[in-house]
């Protein structure tokens, strides 16, 4: 018997380039990325993500503009 939606539980993690994903909490991180702290349900998770992630921008193309600005 599967869990309904909404009593599954996941984790946000984010990886080297700063992008934001949710995983299950029950199984292992995926590898490359890191938790981030946050873990309730999707709903919730997706709404923290839709919180912090306010530049899409990936970490190593931002670093290139920054110096291309210097």
């Known amino acids: 018997m599967s869990a309904s939606n909404t009593e599954l539980r996941y984790r946000v993690v984010v990886n080297d380039e700063d992008q934001y994903s949710i995983w299950f909490a029950d ?4 590898a490359g990325w890191t938790d981030a702290g946050k873990e309730g ?4 998770c997706l709404a923290h993500i839709d919180e912090v992630w306010t530049d899409m921008t ?5 670093a290139q503009l920054d ?4």
């Open 27 to 30: 199984r292992p991180q995926p």
């Open 41 to 44: 349900t999707k709903a919730e």
């Open 58 to 62: 990936p970490r190593s193309v931002r």
């Open 67 to 70: 110096g291309a600005v210097r």
